[in-house]
């Protein structure tokens, strides 16, 4: 992933933490080496959705642009810009910097860690509670599917912290079978 830019309508979710299951392909290992550590987390664990404008003041975009002509001309002009330099010297400052990004073993390791969270009971139920929901068309449920998801999947913990009743810890808590707040060093 050298370089990334967004149009109007982008939307980066990684939503399997809703469901039990671990982001796979390298996306947590991507996003935390650009981001950051908390930065990713939060949007992991929260399953949170960045557009556009969120990703380029995180990092994630190198810019984003507010129609396709516009993003399409400019992208073009950076490759054709790029494109004019000797390819010896480009493939060298991108190796350069190539231990930025993940090693084949770290996205080896993490599929082997995805098999087992995603055979467990809870993330089975979960994603035949998403697939039901949906009906894998360009609907609504698809097109905000990490918030589609967190609804879905836990109304009654959210319409707990909405109706004020109770905190979102207390909600959470007694979702998961726990009280009081629990600190998990990884």
Do not use: C
């Amino acid at each position: 992933m050298d370089m990334r830019f967004a149009g109007p309508r982008a939307i980066v979710a990684q939503y399997e933490n809703s469901v039990g299951f671990v982001a796979q392909a390298g996306g947590q290992i991507f996003l935390g080496s650009i981001v950051g550590k908390a930065r990713a987390l939060e949007h992991l664990l929260a399953s949170q959705q960045i557009n556009a404008q969120q990703g380029t003041d995180l990092g994630l975009f190198n810019n984003n642009y507010g129609d396709e002509a516009t993003l399409r001309r400019e992208v073009d002009g950076l490759a054709a810009r790029i494109g004019m330099f000797p390819q010896a010297a480009l493939n060298n400052t991108k190796f350069s910097l190539a231990f930025l990004s993940p090693t084949p073993q770290q996205l080896d390791e993490q599929i082997v860690t995805f098999s087992p969270i995603g055979a467990m009971p809870e993330s089975q139920e979960a994603i035949r509670n998403v697939i039901s929901e949906s009906d894998q068309s360009a609907n609504d449920y698809e097109r905000d599917i990490p918030n589609s998801v967190v609804e879905s999947l836990y109304s009654q913990e959210l319409s707990a912290m909405a109706d004020g009743g109770r905190s979102v810890l207390d909600a959470v808590s007694s979702a998961n079978g726990r009280s009081g707040w629990q600190q998990h060093n990884y």
